[in-house]
T-cell receptor, first 110, second 114 residues
């Protein structure tokens, strides 16, 4: 079992729809959770982080964390073609390093 | 994030040569992380450093790879005697603290071994 698993893509949604990206992790000691967006050929860009159970909203993005289920998700409302990218879930323990999932590629079709 | 500076952006090396990748963290950040990303794959952790200390090198290959973060100057990832399988994007990230603080990535160095 991978330490961080993301739902297999690619994921395709129409413009204006909600895109839902999921991530599970194996280490119950994980403390903090991050979502990065990576455009092809570019570096990862942090878009959301969450530490506590529940929802965290930032503009069109909502991160959801359920530590009991070891599950973290990212919802993108009103998806735009510019949201088309690979989304990486990252999980930290207090040891410092981030463990990344393999990413889910999202395509938003106009 | 433009604050983390990596150079060079692109590096071509012949098999057997050495590759040196540099990373200057964001101002005020004392924690540096190196990741490798193979084509069509996710980011794989390599090493975590603070100034003059290697904190976690569990992701570093046992041979040919080394990293340092001296008291003065950038962090260096060094790959000796490169092979074609070393061709990848190498990303550096920095953070102000450990664990629950978010890290910001540099633009990466794309190493091509010919």
């Amino acid at each position: 079992q991978k330490e961080v698993e993301q739902n297999s893509g690619p994921l395709s949604v129409p413009e204006g729809a909600i895109a839902s990206l999921n991530c599970t992790y194996s280490d119950r000691g994980s403390q903090s959770f991050f979502w990065y967006r990576q455009y092809s050929g570019k570096s990862p860009e942090l878009i959301m982080f969450i530490y506590s159970n529940g929802d965290k909203e930032d503009g069109r993005f909502t991160a959801q964390l359920n530590k009991a289920s070891q599950y973290v998700s990212l919802l993108i409302r009103d998806s735009q073609p510019s949201d088309s990218a690979t989304y990486l879930c990252a999980v930290n323990t207090n040891a410092g390093k981030s463990t990344f999932g393999d990413g889910t590629t999202l395509t938003v079709k106009p | 994030n433009a604050g983390v500076m990596q150079n060079p952006r692109h590096l071509v090396r012949r098999r057997g040569q050495e590759a040196r990748l540099r990373c200057s963290p964001m101002k005020g950040h004392s924690h540096v992380y190196w990741y490798r990303q193979l084509p069509e794959e996710g980011l794989k952790f390599m090493v975590y450093l603070q100034k003059e200390n290697i904190i976690d090198e569990s992701g570093m290959p046992k041979e040919r790879f080394s990293a340092e973060f001296p008291k003065e100057g950038p962090s260096i990832l060094r790959i000796q005697q490169v092979v074609r399988g070393d061709s990848a994007a190498y990303f550096c990230a920095s953070s102000p603290g450990q664990g629950d603080t978010e890290a910001f990535f540099g633009q990466g160095t794309r190493l091509t071994v010919v």
